[in-house]
């Protein structure tokens, strides 16, 4: 089987303006709410990676009629919230957690049976997060040992309206809830110890549901209707993370990164690395529709290592490996604590950043919920990402100032929240190149 890798070598700088493609989390609810909703909904902006693809395959399967007249736009025809009809086979979810977090909600409300599936790495990740809260709805899903996928959702169950309290801050178990909750008799509210990202609530709203926040509570009432319209998806934050950090770690670097997403319960990245000196300023800001968008400039700058503070973790969740680059090029100590949900992500990512930092002679030390690093200078190497995009994007930022080249193994799910990663930054100026090695 071919191995897709990147190999990055040291020096330039990363300039220019540049358009991260759209954000995936909200990418994926736009073709969801746009499927159960009544009429029309235009997506633009659409991330076309293989995680929101796989959404949208799934609500074909369901027969939906979307049609995607560019790789960024989305013309979904509305079923209503009664319309999905039964898919002929198990949905493949791929390597896609939210995929199959929110529409394990969504299909716990349906008439018919439904099975999901996923990749390896998806197929190994705890969905009794989700479970446990539907079954407490009244709906009846099997799952694998441990609670992991495949998930068999029984159609036909009536759900009842719960106060579900989260253990964990989890933006994917808050919103299958919801989802279930918009089928369930009476009103449905989730607590969350901590803010997690409120794409749902917010694009709910859009849809013309009534969903009540109030501090650390979320609420909504079933059986009502959504309706379809217009959504324009903000780049991904998630995605410029990278080349906010590449830019602040590249000599001489100064780069505009335009229509960013930066939703609060999203941007902790921007309060991390501020605190770590980074040089980054935000202008334009506006709205798409419900969702705040900025272009962000960011120049080099001297980082520092910092003890990130517990409560920014959730805000900047998917952020952490490449955190952890900016940690390992920085001057003197960071410790991460309160993170132990990284080690339930596309891959471990604990685990998996450690190794690899210290394969490029950084002394970081995994602890059960997080990581003590020691900043440095990386040397070149070799990385194995373990599948995992987001390590593998998180290395092609530290191989830009190694003191040699870095080559990132197993890439090829860079493409399902960052298509054209390596020909972007290249663009702007890195030095790095994709491989497909035999
Ligand atoms: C997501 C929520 C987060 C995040 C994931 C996307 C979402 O997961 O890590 O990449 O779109 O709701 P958790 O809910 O497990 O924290």
């Known amino acids: 089987m071919s191995e897709q890798r990147i190999v990055v070598s040291p020096g330039g700088r990363l300039a220019g303006r540049m358009r991260v493609p759209g954000d995936k989390s909200i990418s994926h609810r736009a073709v969801m709410l746009g499927a159960i909703a009544e009429g029309h909904t235009r997506v633009q902006g659409f991330l076309d990676g293989a995680d929101c693809l796989a959404t949208r395959d799934a609500f074909r399967a369901m027969g939906v009629t979307i049609k995607q007249p560019e790789a960024t736009t989305l013309e979904i025809e509305g079923v209503g919230m009664q319309g999905l009809q039964a898919p002929p086979a198990a949905i493949d979810l791929g390597n896609s957690g939210t995929s199959m977090r929110l529409l394990a909600g969504l299909l716990a409300g349906q008439s018919f049976d439904s099975e999901l599936v996923g990749d390896a790495s998806l197929m190994r990740r705890p969905m009794l997060r989700v479970v446990e809260p539907l079954r407490g709805m009244g709906a009846r899903i099997d799952c694998a040992q441990e609670g992991r996928a495949p998930l068999r959702i029984y159609g036909g169950a009536r759900l009842q309206a719960v106060t579900y309290e989260m253990p964990v801050a989890s933006a994917q178990v808050k919103s299958c809830v919801l989802l279930a909750g918009l089928y369930a008799d009476g009103e449905t509210t989730v607590t969350e110890p901590g803010p997690s990202r409120d794409h749902t609530e917010r694009m709910l709203r859009a849809f013309g549901c009534a969903v009540h926040s109030e501090s650390n509570r979320v609420s909504l009432r079933g059986g009502g209707r959504l309706l379809g319209g217009e959504v324009n998806v903000p780049g991904d934050l998630s995605s410029a993370a990278f080349a906010l950090i590449g830019a602040s770690l590249l000599p001489g670097s100064d780069l505009l990164i335009e229509g960013v ?22 202008h334009r800001r506006r709205d798409y529709g419900d969702e705040p968008v900025a272009d962000l400039q960011v120049r080099t700058a001297q980082l520092r290592g910092i003890d990130i503070p517990p409560e920014l973790v959730p805000l900047a969740i998917d952020e952490f490996p490449a955190i952890l680059v900016a940690a390992a090029c920085a001057e003197g100590q960071t410790r991460l604590r309160g993170a132990a949900e990284l080690r339930v992500k596309e891959s471990d990512r604990i685990a998996v950043m450690a190794e690899g930092l210290r394969r490029l002679g950084i002394a970081a030390e995994a602890t059960e919920d997080g990581m003590l690093i020691e900043g440095g200078r990386p040397q070149g190497g070799e990385i194995d990402s373990h599948g995992d995009h987001r390590i593998a994007m998180a290395f092609a930022m530290a191989g830009m100032v190694a003191q040699s080249p870095v080559t990132i193994h197993d890439c090829a799910n860079v493409a399902t929240s960052f298509p054209g990663f390596v020909s972007l930054m290249q663009d702007h100026g890195a030095r790095m190149e994709g491989m497909v090695a035999a």
């Open 261 to 282: 997403g930066v939703n609060p319960t999203r941007a902790g990245i921007l309060e991390i690395l501020r605190r770590m000196g980074a040089d980054i300023s935000e």
